[in-house]
């Protein structure tokens, strides 16, 4: 049984690029909970190199609580990279990942701790519904998912964004993955423990723009699908079946064209032509697929940091 909540110390892990405009929003809102809760916290805010004055915001804030406490990248790794500095340094019985423009609202806080206290290790916010309004995003997140756990070894929950409580020994785990591309959702599936999953409604973003645009989207699920499966490796046979496909389909078509119009077609340039865009298709996918494989692998051999921090605004430099 995990002691009271009053003897707790919970850390907020929060990274941020460009997000001037939402900083003090969040920290009002984080305040209410914490109020409300008489819980010992700290607010870990790691910003990704903002240009907008952000920085500025959090020293401010910094200067202001105690409690509040930044790391600024030397240069912009990534939120990947962000969330994993944030739980390198983070000293809390327990740590909440969350988004810093209010999509991942506070007031659910009180009752990711409360499924903590009653004995997960891993409370799992999991989103109520789509949180688009356009319908294309809405087919492309579904997409995303579907994707992301047919390829991936690991089962990735379903609108999962990473809003998530860590018990401190689930960190602790976390924190022996050093791979230079961290991919935190799949980590959080592959560490195990007990999970529980809490559904949760989407906030709307108060100000600035989305991070994640459709092509973020693609390299994020790129990104988690080559950390924990090898099988896109296997998929050259199955790309190799859509091209016979293709080419059977554009086969159809030229032999249309040479029956119609016989005279615009040279003698054996549609066989040419055909065998071409076969081989040469199933090739350069079959070496794109291993070429994402092997530059990663010759990433993680150079053993370079996966993050770089130039200013620790409250925290102590001992990594």
Known sequence: MKLSVEKKKISIILPTLNEFDNIQRMYDALMIEFRVLKLDYEVIFVDDNSSDGTIDKLRELSSIDQNVKYLLMSKRFGDQACLMAGIDYASGDAVIVMDSDLQHPPKYIPKMVSTWNDGADVVVMQRESAGHSKWFKQITEVLFYRVLNWLSDENIYFRFSGFSLLDKKVVSSIKKFQEYDPFLRGIISLVGYNHEIVNYIEGERQAGKTKY???????????????????????????????????????????????????????????????????????????????????????????????????????????
Do not use: C, H
Request: glycine share 12%.
């Open 213 to 319: 645009g459709f092509t973020k989207q693609v390299s994020l699920a790129l990104s988690g699908i080559t950390s924990f499966s090898n099988r896109p490796l296997y998929l050259s046979l199955y790309l190799g079946l859509i091209s016979v496909v293709s080419t059977s389909s554009y086969g159809v078509f030229i032999l249309i064209n040479k029956i119609l119009f016989a005279d615009t077609v040279v003698d054996g340039w549609t066989s040419m032509v055909l065998l071409l865009i076969f081989f040469g298709g199933v090739q350069l996918i079959t070496v794109g697929i291993l070429g994402i494989y092997i530059g990663k692998n010759f990433i993680e051999s150079k053993k370079r940091p996966r993050y770089i921090i130039n200013e620790f605004g409250g925290l102590k430099n001992d990594f």
